[in-house]
């Protein structure tokens, strides 16, 4: 896979704070990334280091092969921003923004009026195009500025927490162009709070705890990779002591919650295969059973906790 | 096209010029620093009854005009768009600092000409006649260059809070008014003055335009194009090399 995006060794300081220490990782092309971490891990101060924002202490960061520091100019003619706060200018109107980054990025006005009026329609926009920013509520703006990262066919997409705060229409809307973008080709990297959409969305996530990357991978895997003790969920069709199911083979803890039992299991087919057999011994009816994968918030907590992995 | 090519990033310095056009023109601070002030300081003086006569107070109006109208917008174009995010944006787009800079100061240039025309007007309306039309487009297009140079050098602190630069803006156009000649004429003034008032750019723009209002002036007319273009040069260099220094603090 290509190399889209990388990252190595970035480092950033503010004062005595060190927020990005020592960050390196590379993004392939056609990849959704999602740069995942607690409030202050150093997100969105690693994002504006790889768009060219602000420059790095020390390390490197190249997109599509252009350094970012030497080569600022042609690393962002190919790739587009939505950043964290909303930054689409409030005295114009969403046409006159779409028309400046038009002209920003060199494009000839009649194709940024065409991809204008294509991207405000596909945002739903396109109705209220004359009409000044600041009148705009936070989802409408938010797609607007997606709409303007867009207008000169990118190859890449920066995102800086998109869908914060938005309500579900705008949130909908947003991540369906981001998959239908990403089927198009364009390389996706997401910095984002929210567990499920990086889920739903990423190919592969990386996790910055207090400037370090404490774990990139694809969702799925990372889920599994933090937890070697899985759990089931199960009830019967009567009451079980918890000491008979302790002494159940691969059943290392029992724990009653209403009428379940969750079972922590060193191994998920061997426990259910006893479980199973269990029932039948005690002449028990198995009305329920879950096997319980650890999501990834349980992976972004134990990842981001102090003294965590 | 390369989006590196100065060309290109001309093209693109338009752009922001545009934008800043469309946005900051009639923005409150822009319109009492750059049109009401230079007005209510020549009213002052004209009805100070000093008795001096309108050759000699028109072209101080018209210096004033273009100081204070070319270094009204600049200044607090990159304080608002630090506040607002917007300045983020811009830094996030393939356009250099230089670029951005230069926009601005073609928005503030195209200010301080557009107003000092309508005070040119006025001069003319109450019955003074311009001399020397071409030497006061050229004094105009050097005079709005330098001003608007030295309106976005104020601007180089990277502070997002505009009233700050504009407290500072006027800590030195103040003084910069009182020294340059255009309300006690130089051949007035002592020496000391007279070397203080070549440090500063407007002396040159304001002799300048006295001599296309009434054919006087101190110095010779070469000289004057000569050092406001200079002053023009070395303010513009002086502001993209700091504004590269100091934009990512800002951000």
Known sequence: MTEIISARGLVKTFGANRAVDGVSFTVGEGEIFGFLGPNGAGKTTTTRMLTGVIPPDAGTATVLGHDIRREPVLAKQDFGVVPETSNAYTDLSAWQNMMLMGELYGLPRSLAEERSTDLLKTVGLHGKKDQKVQAYSKGMKQRLILAMALVHDPRVLFLDEPTGGLDVQSTQMILSLLRDKNREGITIFLTTHNMEEANRLCHRVAIIRRGKIVAIDAPERLKMAIDRVHRIEVSFDREVPDEALGKVSGVAGVKRTGDKYVLDVLGRDAAIRSLVAFAGENNLQIVTLNTLAPTLDDAFLRLTQEGGP | ?251
């Open chain 2, 1 to 251: 096209m390369n989006p590196e090519s100065l060309p290109a990033q001309l093209r693109r310095a338009w752009a922001v010029a545009k934008k800043d056009i469309r946005i900051y023109y009639l923005k409150g601070p822009v319109l009492i620093f750059g049109v009401f002030m230079p007005v209510f300081l020549f009213l002052a003086f004209y009805m100070g009854g000093r008795d001096l006569p309108l050759s000699f107070l028109i072209p101080g109006l018209v210096g004033m005009t273009l100081f204070f109208s070319a270094t009204a917008v600049s200044p607090a174009i990159f304080p608002w768009e630090g506040s607002a995010k917007t300045l983020e944006r811009l830094a996030s787009c393939p356009i250099t600092i230089e670029a951005i800079v230069f926009g601005d100061m073609i928005a503030s240039t195209l200010f301080g000409i557009g107003i000092t025309v309508i005070t040119v007007l006025i001069g003319v309306g109450v019955g003074l006649p311009v001399l020397h039309m071409e030497i006061l487009f050229v004094a105009l297009f050097f005079g709005a260059c330098c001003f608007s140079a030295i309106g976005t050098l104020l601007a180089v602190p990277p502070t997002n809070i505009p009233s700050s630069i504009m407290m500072l803006s006027s800590l030195l156009k103040f003084p910069l008014v009182f020294i340059s000649g255009i309300f006690v004429p130089l051949a007035q003034m002592p020496s000391w003055g007279v070397s203080l008032a070549a440090f500063s750019p407007l002396t040159y723009f304001c002799d300048l335009a006295r001599y296309c209002f009434s054919g006087e002036h101190y110095f010779s007319i070469p000289v004057d194009i000569g050092l406001l273009a200079l002053f023009s040069v070395v303010f513009m260099i002086a502001t993209m090399f700091l504004h590269r220094r100091t934009m990512p603090r800002r951000l």
